[in-house]
């Protein structure tokens, strides 16, 4: 049985074409209008879906200005705190019903990470079709019993996350009525080293989990993502922007639209190399199988002649008899006249043993 969710009636996981997220986060700037153009950006670079994060800075942390709360080394955010950042960062509540309604108007599935309750609440009454559990999150597992509650599917990263820390979530998800979910690999560094992504997790997460994996990127470029695909991501999640020169807490490790369109394009066309187990000759094929060896013989020959490996030989083109027979007709007559060039084949070998 295939592991699969369904979002909006469309089948994703192991076998189903790639749910591709274009993540817009804090690239609108607080323009509602960039906003608009982020979700037709994506629409035209190719995504499934748009995905918002539904915070407010008092929901996802406190106003303090002490040790605790500045953002230490390590990050693009060093130095600031985080109240602030988040406050630069949200996507205003009042927006996202709007948002959804263009986003769905474009055929475009638009949900979001909900980081308390009121913001379950409120996306319930947005009535989006799936939520994601960010992996900051995954260890907020009061927040886990929350939105499996709704039913909804979740996608849910786990960056940082230890197996037993995984395995904790998805338990508290399922014993909380969740039936569908999705697991992302994912590196939260911010932009993430490829060599720190560990893409091989993908197939152990599956079979640890029994769910669909994907991938949840924050690596500059479009290699690690296609890579994700090849080694069975089922779900790709990119933060998409219109400009990296457009200021903003999440634009440096973002993809530009003409980015994420030959993203897009490369993992359709990574879909299709992947195809199924086969060892059977393709249509493409069928033209190159004249390029095979067989047996042909290289010398002309007289009815009686007798077969050697001078004047019977292994050659291109593939018209012959299958190499394999080569010491089994050595030695053998020739039934007729032949001429330098003819394939072999049985009807020329003489059934006489004179």
């Avoid at 153009?37 to 929901?59: C, S, V």
């Avoid at 299709?272 to 390029?291: N, P, R």
Wanted: charged share 25%; proline share 5%.
């Amino acid at each position: 049985m295939r592991k699969k969710i369904n979002i909006q009636l469309r089948d994703i996981g192991e076998g189903f074409p790639v749910y591709i997220i274009a993540e817009m986060s804090a690239n609108h700037g607080k323009d509602f209008e960039q906003a608009v153009k982020i979700i037709r950006a994506a629409r035209e670079a190719g995504a499934d879906a748009i995905k918002l994060q539904t915070y407010t800075p008092d929901t996802i942390t406190i106003d303090c200005d002490n040790e605790y709360f500045q953002i230490g080394k390590g990050t693009i955010w060093e130095g600031r705190n985080l109240y602030n950042l988040y406050k630069e960062a949200y996507t205003p509540w009042e927006w996202q019903p709007k948002l959804k309604g263009i986003a769905n108007n474009l055929g475009l599935d638009l949900f979001s990470t909900p980081f308390d309750n009121t913001a379950v609440d409120f996306l319930e009454r947005m009535d989006i079709p799936a939520y994601k559990i960010a992996s900051f999150e995954l260890v907020d597992l009061p927040l886990i019993r929350r939105v499996a509650r709704t039913g909804k599917p979740m996608i849910m990263s786990t960056g940082m996350a230890t197996l037993a820390e995984i395995d904790l979530a998805v338990q508290t998800a399922r014993e909380a009525g969740s039936t569908q979910i999705v697991l992302l690999k994912c590196t939260s560094a911010y932009p993430a080293p490829p060599e720190e992504m560990n893409l091989r997790t993908i197939a152990h997460l599956s079979d640890a989990f029994l769910t669909p994996v994907g991938l949840s990127d924050h690596t500059l470029g479009i290699a690690v993502p296609i890579a994700g695909v090849a080694l069975g991501a089922c779900i790709i999640e990119k933060h998409f922007t219109l400009s990296r020169s457009i200021p903003g807490p999440d634009s440096a490790f973002s993809l530009e639209p003409q980015e994420f369109k030959a993203m897009v394009q490369a993992i359709r066309l990574a879909e299709k190399a992947i195809g199924e187990v086969c060892y059977s000759v393709t249509e493409g094929e069928m033209a190159s199988w004249v390029f095979r060896r067989s047996l042909f013989v290289v010398e002309d020959m007289k009815a009686g002649d007798i077969l050697n490996e001078k004047n019977v030989r292994s050659i291109r083109p593939g018209y012959g008899l299958n190499t394999k027979y080569l010491n089994d007709i050595i030695n053998k007559k020739i039934s007729k006249h032949v001429k330098r060039g003819t394939p072999l084949s049985w009807d020329l070998i003489s059934k006489s043993s004179d």
